[in-house]
């Protein structure tokens, strides 16, 4: 397993868009203004065009805010203000860039929605996710600063504004190690996950997702499924559907069904789905239909396999439970009453009318 603490990792961690504030509050105490002001603005513009741009938001928010910054820094009214205060000015400005951010929410993640990138809408809710943390995290600060010019009669602004920079050291490195052990964990969890091709119709793989999440997303995204009809002697096996299955879960279908893994092979998938369904992958399997199958849950680029038994050893020799063998007119008498899956029914008429026929033929 790859090491999670590693530098890219922690590059990927949107709160670091926070560390050219946390600089700031530091240096400010140590350099003139224009020197403390132009390195947080450095480490804005470098982090802005290092780090990916689904990660960016928070250090666009910082550029903004130490630019305004470098041109207060021109002006003596600015220059003049004791340390904490000229601080204090640039964490309003911080805050209102975050709020506007925030409200407009909406309107980004909707022009985003129109390019369908995945990825970067999942990274932008996670910048959200801490533009919204550190807006409450730093209202919360002024609000202090606040009640300490209205009640602090001492006039010490030395010792005030300790307390009032001293807030914000701690709480902005406490928001990066948050989000970055909320992400630890989200890494450890996607080290377990099963990843599924996203693919076009007519099955070019165009990218990959996670299936939990994809689930959740429902029919937006087409993911390959083998599905095996397994046939013996003219009946066709059947068995219920295991209830956490996302489509019909409960009714009769083939119980050889599997997602095509993110590069697996076909002829692999099909064969992992015998194996664990019957204890062998060694039965005779053709290839018999490929279509598109979408409804309000699922969407799904099915290829369907046959595997036709007559030698009765083989068929007792696999272990099959909780299914039974349905002859045709078994299956003609109760199709339409809901108790098949709706993949089950489209395809049993292409069944009938190719494989089942030439069983029929054999027998008469």
Request: net charge positive.
């Amino acid at each position: 397993m790859k090491d999670f603490f590693n530098i890219r990792n922690l590059f990927k961690n949107p709160a670091l868009g926070l560390l050219p504030l946390f600089v700031y509050s530091i240096l400010m105490n140590y350099t003139y203004l224009w020197e403390s002001t132009g390195i947080a603005l450095f480490l804005s513009l470098l982090g802005y065009f290092t780090v990916s741009k689904q990660s960016r938001l928070i250090y666009g928010i910082s550029i903004v805010t130490f630019s305004i910054g470098m041109l207060l820094s021109f002006f003596s009214f600015f220059s003049d203000l004791h340390t904490v205060n000229r601080f204090v000015v640039l964490e309003i400005i911080f805050v209102a860039m975050l709020i506007a951010i925030r409200l407009s929410r909406s309107n980004i993640v909707k022009r985003l929605g129109k390019t369908g990138n995945l990825m970067l809408r999942n990274y932008l809710k996670e910048s959200f996710r801490i533009a919204f943390q550190a807006q409450y995290s730093l209202t919360l600060h002024l609000m202090l600063v606040l009640l300490f010019y209205l009640f602090d009669s001492t006039g010490d602004t030395g010792e005030r504004g300790t307390v009032i920079l001293l807030y914000s050291q701690i709480v902005l490195p406490m928001i990066f190690l948050l989000e970055e052990g909320r992400l630890q964990i989200l890494r450890r969890k996607l080290v377990k996950e099963e990843w599924l091709p996203v693919v076009s119709e007519q099955g070019v793989v165009t990218g990959r997702v996670a299936k939990s999440i994809s689930r959740d997303m429902k029919n937006r995204l087409m993911h390959p499924v083998v599905r095996v009809a397994l046939i013996y002697q003219g009946s066709i096996y059947l068995k219920k559907r295991d209830p956490d299955r996302l489509l019909n879960p409960g009714m009769l279908d083939y119980p050889f069904e599997e997602y095509m893994p993110f590069k697996a092979e076909i002829g692999e998938t099909v064969r992992h789905s015998l194996a664990q369904e019957c204890g062998s992958d060694a039965l005779p399997l053709r290839f018999l239909l490929k279509y598109t199958f979408e409804n309000e849950i699922t969407k799904r680029l099915i290829f369907l396999y046959v595997s036709n038994i007559e030698d009765e050893a083989l068929f007792n020799s696999l272990r099959l439970s909780e299914g039974k063998l349905w002859t045709e007119s078994q299956i003609e008498d109760n199709i339409g009453n809901k108790i098949f899956s709706e993949c089950f029914e489209l395809e049993f008429e292409y069944l009938k009318n190719t494989v089942l026929m030439t069983q029929r033929f054999k027998t008469e």
